[in-house]
């Protein structure tokens, strides 16, 4: 076993367990999608569930579903937040995971906290006239600077938005990856939002990358109704 592996056995073994709800999601995700490795997993689905539960959200954003094991975690954190109807509004762009997620999503002890959708999330999202408090921006690599402007002018001041796979398997440093478009698009992605002035930002190397992004007050243009 490799340190790194040992120093990853560790964090699990000394933070909150995942249920065993859960634990057979992730292993059929496994076992029956050919991305398995996509989804959050343990260590990650506990922090959701706890910014979730720090930020206290009304309304929350997901852009890529997958399984729904992240949507169940954050659904875990609104249900404990207990905020007067709140809510998770997911989507995923793929209608072919719908018969495999969506019974997951609803057999879950959570299902009442979340409405998940097939569609993109960057066209879809819009149309709920929703202004959200937290998002999870973990949909196709290759569109992350557009699914942030998508999703920017539909969150309130003060709002979190989460950028899953912010350092791509560490590719976004390595030159060997310089043509290749998802890496391209997560650099081009991370150079936006930290040259964006109307937004907090800090990178957290947790898994895979997951970049806490923070609305200000004034992050709208004003040509958003929500805003
Ligand atoms: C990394 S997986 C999501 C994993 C899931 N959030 C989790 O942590 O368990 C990415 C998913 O996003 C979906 N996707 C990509 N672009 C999307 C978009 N614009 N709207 C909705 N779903 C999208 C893909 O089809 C894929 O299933």
New binding site residues.
């Given amino acids: 076993m490799t340190d790194t592996q040992q120093l990853d056995d560790y964090i699990v073994n000394h933070s909150d367990p995942e249920d065993e709800y859960l634990y057979r999601l992730y292993r059929a995700t496994n076992i029956h999608t050919i991305h398995g490795r996509?989804?959050?997993g343990h260590l990650q689905g506990r922090l959701l569930k706890m910014l979730v539960l720090m930020q206290r959200p009304k309304y929350v954003l997901?852009?890529?579903?997958?399984?729904g094991?992240?949507a169940i975690c954050m659904a875990e954190g609104l249900r404990e937040a207990g905020v007067d109807g709140s809510k998770l509004f997911t989507?995923?762009?793929?209608d072919e995971?719908e018969d495999f997620t969506r019974p997951w999503i609803e057999d879950s002890a959570v299902s009442s906290w979340i409405d998940f959708r097939i569609g993109?999330?960057?066209v879809e999202a819009p149309k709920l006239g929703v202004a959200f408090d937290m998002a999870?921006v973990?949909?196709?690599k290759r569109?992350y600077v557009e699914?942030y402007e998508a999703i920017l002018p539909l969150m309130n001041p003060g709002g979190i938005i989460l950028a899953?796979n912010t350092l791509w398997d560490g590719h976004v440093i390595d030159p060997a990856y310089d043509h290749d478009h998802q890496t391209l698009g997560i650099r081009a992605f991370n150079d936006h939002v930290r040259d964006d002035k109307r937004v907090e930002k800090v990178i957290v190397p947790v898994r895979d990358g997951l970049t806490i992004i923070r609305v200000l007050n004034d992050h709208c243009s004003g040509q958003s109704v929500l805003c």
């Fill in positions: 996509m989804q959050s997901e852009v890529g579903t997958f399984s094991y992240s989507f995923e762009i793929n995971m993109d999330a960057c999870f973990d949909g196709d569109r699914t899953d």
